[in-house]
């Protein structure tokens, strides 16, 4: 018997089919329920020959977990997915988890606090608090989504993932951040090392001039879940202050770390 050290051809082609099809899943995930996606635009964006997004398909397509609409050449989530996704968001109920955070973090900041969500290549809101201080900035809605990277939430999101992961989000949204004057996925790479390096995110205006944001990652073992930021007008958010919030969100995100951590225990 070979040693476990041993790569092996087959469970390596393995493990890329595997990357690859989450990758398709990821995909659909980023588009409307209600375009889906063509087969041409798949391969444009996964990088991959026709043959092999055609065997792709057909597998996760016999297993439910993308459909093709009758008569049509689009391509969806399938009910299946969907349906784990589901069962996955009830064990865990992050929203509900971090919600004593976000109104104890508003209360305590006195400013705009969000959750952040990956969903394909975007970071979506999917929650937010305001705090009590009269003068509030111009923040994302519940719902907003951006290119993963764009705004410190979703920074803290980009850079919690693999090097491999981060310039594989970077390429594929190399054309949509042209939409953002301020960043390209140069700057993007160098604020995900400085991320990391600071241990949060820091949003300096990128978005929007004088609006400032201190985003940390939400893990679930080593995967990042979510995020949790806060934003404040950039009078309101100097070295001290800033680093002193990033203290107060890694003290609630390690409280929700140890909360879904236990969930998802009960729940194996």
Same mark, same amino acid.
């Given at each position: 018997?070979?040693?476990?050290?041993?790569?092996?051809?087959?469970?390596?082609?393995?493990?890329?089919?595997?990357?690859?099809?989450?990758?398709?899943?990821?995909?659909?995930?980023?588009?409307?329920?209600?375009?889906?996606?063509?087969?041409?635009?798949?391969?444009?964006?996964?990088?991959?020959?026709?043959?092999?997004?055609?065997?792709?398909?057909?597998?996760?397509?016999?297993?439910?977990?993308?459909?093709?609409?009758?008569?049509?050449?689009?391509?969806?989530?399938?009910?299946?997915?969907?349906?784990?996704?589901?069962?996955?968001? @009830? #064990?865990?109920?992050? !929203? /509900?988890?971090? &919600?004593?955070?976000?109104?104890? *973090?508003?209360?305590?900041?006195? =400013? $705009?606090?969000?959750?952040?969500?990956?969903?394909?290549?975007?970071?979506?809101?999917?929650?937010?608090?305001?705090?009590?201080?009269?003068?509030?900035?111009?923040?994302?809605?519940?719902?907003?989504?951006?290119?993963?990277?764009?705004?410190?939430?979703?920074?803290?999101?980009?850079?919690?993932?693999?090097?491999?992961?981060?310039?594989?989000?970077?390429?594929? @949204? #190399?054309?949509?951040? !042209? /939409?953002?004057? &301020?960043?390209?996925?140069?700057? *993007?790479?160098?604020?995900?090392? =400085? $991320?990391?390096?600071?241990?949060?995110?820091?949003?300096?205006?990128?978005?929007?001039?004088?609006?400032?944001?201190?985003?940390?990652?939400?893990?679930?073992?080593?995967?990042?879940?979510?995020?949790?930021?806060?934003?404040?007008?950039?009078?309101?958010?100097?070295?001290?202050?800033?680093?002193?919030?990033?203290?107060?969100?890694?003290?609630?995100?390690?409280?929700?770390?140890?909360?879904?951590?236990?969930?998802?225990?009960?729940?194996?």
């Amino acid at each position: 018997m070979e040693p476990d050290t041993v790569a092996h051809p087959a469970r390596q082609d393995a493990v890329q089919s595997v990357k690859r099809a989450l990758d398709i899943l990821r995909m659909l995930s980023f588009t409307t329920a209600s375009s889906g996606m063509r087969f041409s635009d798949l391969q444009a964006q996964s990088g991959l020959s026709k043959g092999t997004l055609h065997r792709l398909l057909k597998t996760l397509m016999a297993d439910g977990f993308v459909e093709q609409a009758a008569g049509s050449r689009a391509y969806f989530l399938g009910l299946e997915f969907l349906s784990m996704g589901e069962r996955a968001s @009830n #064990r865990l109920d992050i !929203q /509900a988890v971090t &919600r004593p955070s976000l109104e104890r *973090l508003a209360q305590a900041t006195g =400013d $705009t606090v969000m959750l952040t969500i990956r969903s394909g290549l975007d970071a979506v809101c999917i929650d937010r608090e305001e705090g009590p201080f009269p003068v509030k900035v111009l923040t994302q809605n519940v719902g907003t989504r951006r290119p993963l990277g764009v705004g410190s939430g979703s920074l803290a999101l980009l850079a919690a993932f693999a090097d491999e992961e981060v310039e594989n989000v970077l390429r594929r @949204n #190399r054309d949509r951040l !042209q /939409a953002y004057p &301020r960043l390209d996925t140069d700057k *993007l790479r160098a604020l995900v090392q =400085d $991320t990391r390096t600071r241990g949060y995110a820091l949003n300096t205006g990128h978005l929007l001039k004088g609006m400032y944001g201190v985003g940390v990652a939400i893990r679930l073992g080593k995967q990042p879940v979510a995020a949790l930021s806060i934003a404040a007008n950039h009078g309101r958010m100097g070295p001290e202050r800033r680093q002193h919030i990033a203290a107060q969100l890694r003290q609630e995100v390690l409280r929700i770390e140890g909360e879904m951590g236990s969930r998802a225990s009960v729940g194996a």
